[in-house]
């Protein structure tokens, strides 16, 4: 039975590995690698060491090059290193070959990422979601999982004992997909139920890619308590309140965090969660402003948006961290009229960018929040005006 429990326990020590090819730089993915560490902080591992290696296209069968490879290996056993992670997806294959070589753990950014949802999944939904996604990531994999049983050579009799698990292996994934979706199906008819008996209130959803703040920005709109830490995918599960400005209701949702490289069944299973993303009347757009790479981040957003059929809402940017942002971007004895000059230019390029639609705050200093909650409400009332002009007391 293929066991889909947690890999990482806490203090293993990890090595990192990253290839340069394509249309990548050696600086992308080095900016890569470091959210692959912070991944892996996050699922209780520390990173010893990263290797990169440029190559013109991925090895078919060990990802990076033999001397490379058996560089790693070296390093592995002088230092005593647990796991080593790959920042691109391997093969069954490739994973099954590379632990041979280095006789340790091996595992991909999607096996990672899908380990870290498992360990936070908390309601039967995310579970679900997170199981599914899982046994489908399993299933091509299976052989390269079994290769230490194969028998070398072919012909007749070189079906050995390992060939008959994988079979057996395959039909046993197979069946969980297909229970797992159908449990699936049964909770998304339940949350489609749910969405609907939530009548004629204009529906806000918060986007955004992990750890930018969404749950804190939450916290303090809605005033509930949803859970907020520095760590990547802190919150897996959508959370709906009913929000009111005044006089002015409206439904407040936090959903799960994009990343980069997301695995496909993953964003697959997760799909009855986003559909508050797809069925929402306007999307906040969270975005980490002190993050060297925050642009590349709002394309990813921006893609995951468009991918999910989302993209042509209503949307307003949220530039979150500002006080983070001024720290790493001024130097304390800059001349204040400058400062403000730069401050000015920065909001001026982005509400050209997206015709008026951003605001710059920062959640956890409370700056400029009064600015953002009166934001809100004219969307909310422009809303409600545009679906009920004959109606008043909704806005």
Known sequence: MIDTKTKIQHEEKAILVGLVYKEQ??????EYLDELAFLAETAGAVTVKTFIQKLPNPDSKTFVGKGKLEEIREYVQAKGISIVIFD???TGSQIGNISDRLCVRVIDRSDLILDIFASRAKTAQAKVQVELAQYQYILPRLKGMWKHLERQGGGIGSRGPGETEIETDRRIVKDKIALLRKRLGEIDRQAVTQRQERGTYIRIALVGYTNVGKSTIMNILSKAEV?????????????????????????????????RKLPHHLVESFKSTLDEVREADCLLHVVDISHPAYEDQMGIVNKTLQDLKAFDKPMLTIFNKMDLYEEKVFDKWLDGEVKQDMLNQLNDRWQHITNNSAIFISATERKNIDGLRETILARVKALYEERYPYLTNFY
Do not use: C, H, W
């Open 88 to 90: 691109d997806e391997l």
């Open 25 to 30: 730089t050696e600086i992308n993915v080095r």
């Open 227 to 259: 859970f907020a830490e520095n760590k990547l995918f802190a919150t897996l599960d959508t959370t709906t309140r009913k929000v009111v400005y005044g006089q002015t209701p409206f439904l407040l949702s936090d959903t799960v965090g994009f990343i």
